[in-house]
T-cell receptor, first 114, second 115 residues
Framework: EAQVTQNPRYLITVTGKKLTVTCSQN?????MSWYRQDPGLGLRQIYY???????DKGDVPEGYKVSRKEKRNFPLILESPSPNQTSLYFC?????????????FGPGTRLTVT | AQTVTQSQPEMSVQEAETVTLSCTYD???????LFWYKQPPSRQMILVIR??????QNATENRFSVNFQKAAKSFSLKISDSQLGDTAMYFC????????????FGKGITLSVRP
């Protein structure tokens, strides 16, 4: 089944404790991206990647890191999480071709930082 | 900078009736795509409909259709014969197809379908 998977789905952690949220897609998509969703703000892009070893900042990259060492994986790293990073996080991928720029979303990761 | 505006935070519609959700955007790009995504209580993001900016014809998908006005930078979603399962949050989104490949979402609108 074609899909984007994220792990973990739920995470409660403490301020300053490094964490990684994994994202993997099995559709051989070129484009991958991370978003955070907060009430009243919609979804905001954190980072995106057009290809392996190519990443770019979105609108809210502060406090986050990403890497794209393999085409299928795009982990989101929080080196020192803070309470303002409590949010719902989505990973997405896209074939990024003239036939389709549609984003396929993972199920989301609910992160709470205390 | 590109922006997407959904000015109505909430709407309500009677089952079987028609409702229109509005969206406006601002960009200097000429080639781009527009999307409407649905987010039900499960939180999953589901693509409802897409529109290529170079196509004049409005996209339709079953009960869902758009009114795309490129000059006015407007992209509204019409839901016909509303069903209880349409109750969800709806997001309008914009993405240019050039070097700046950031996807920008509106803040969303909560749609409630009344039985």
């Amino acid at each position: 089944e074609a899909q984007v998977t994220q792990n973990p789905r739920y995470l409660i952690t403490v301020t300053g404790k490094k964490l990684t949220v994994t994202c993997s897609q099995n559709m051989n998509h070129e484009y991958m991206s991370w978003y955070r969703q907060d009430p009243g703000l919609g979804l905001r892009q954190i980072y995106y990647s057009m290809n392996v070893e190519v990443t770019d900042k979105g609108d809210v990259p502060e406090g986050y890191k990403v890497s794209r060492k393999e085409k299928r994986n795009f982990p989101l790293i929080l080196e020192s999480p803070s309470p303002n990073q409590t949010s719902l996080y989505f990973c997405a991928s896209s074939p990024w071709t003239s036939a389709s720029y549609e984003q396929y979303f993972g199920p989301g990761t609910r992160l709470t930082v205390t | 900078a590109q922006t997407v505006t959904q000015s109505q935070p909430e709407m309500s519609v009677q089952e079987a009736e028609t409702v229109t959700l509005s969206c406006t955007y601002d960009t200097s790009e000429n080639n781009y795509y527009l999307f409407w995504y649905k987010q039900p209580p499960s939180r999953q993001m589901i693509l409802v409909i897409r529109q290529e900016a170079y196509k004049q014809q409005n996209a339709t998908e079953n009960r869902f259709s758009v009114n795309f006005q490129k000059a006015a930078k407007s992209f509204s979603l019409k839901i016909s014969d509303s069903q209880l399962g349409d109750t969800a949050m709806y997001f309008c989104a914009f993405i240019p197809t050039g070097a700046n490949s950031k996807l920008t979402f509106g803040k969303g609108i909560t749609l409630s379908v009344r039985p």
